[in-house]
């Protein structure tokens, strides 16, 4: 697989996620001098634009909700978050971990909800990150979530 990393965030997220254009232009509108070129695919800081563009304005939201309308939305987020979590770039690996994986924590539905839609490279890095947190990967083994 190539490279997705922050060269190919923007074009990957616009093609994958529902919505996005819509949502980038809006967080480009909000601060025009700051995001004004993620509209040209530019990307300086991934987890920056990972927070801002993707996990706080799309997938926190669809996740949260957990309605019946929202699982294409949502296997589409997962699909744009396993072609960032294949790349072996440590930038990528490490916006993702941060940008992505760390906001499952908000609350135990959320993570739920995120375990239960990831696909197999996000899974392996979900529990790498739950590693870190053992009181949280205990109990999710204990009531049989990570089997």
């Known amino acids: 697989m190539t490279s997705t990393g922050t060269g190919r965030a923007v074009e990957e997220f616009l093609r994958i996620v529902p ?17 004004g070129a993620w509209s ?3 990307v300086d800081d991934l987890l920056e634009f990972l927070l801002q563009a993707f996990t706080r304005p799309v997938l926190l939201p669809l996740l949260r909700a957990g309605g019946p309308d929202d699982e294409t939305a ?6 744009y978050i396993e072609l960032l979590a294949t790349d072996q770039n440590p930038y990528v690996e490490s916006s993702v971990h941060f940008g992505i994986l760390e906001q499952f924590l908000e609350d135990q ?24 947190y053992p009181a949280t990967l205990r109990a999710l083994r204990a009531a049989g979530v990570l089997e």
């Open 74 to 79: 949502v296997r589409a987020c997962f699909a």
């Open 109 to 132: 539905n959320t993570l739920l909800r995120a375990w239960r839609h990831s696909l197999p490279a996000t899974r392996t890095k979900l529990v790498a990150m739950l590693e870190e």
């Open 19 to 35: 919505g996005a254009r819509t949502v980038l232009d809006e967080v480009i509108a909000s601060y025009p001098d700051r995001y």
């Open 40 to 42: 040209e695919g530019s």
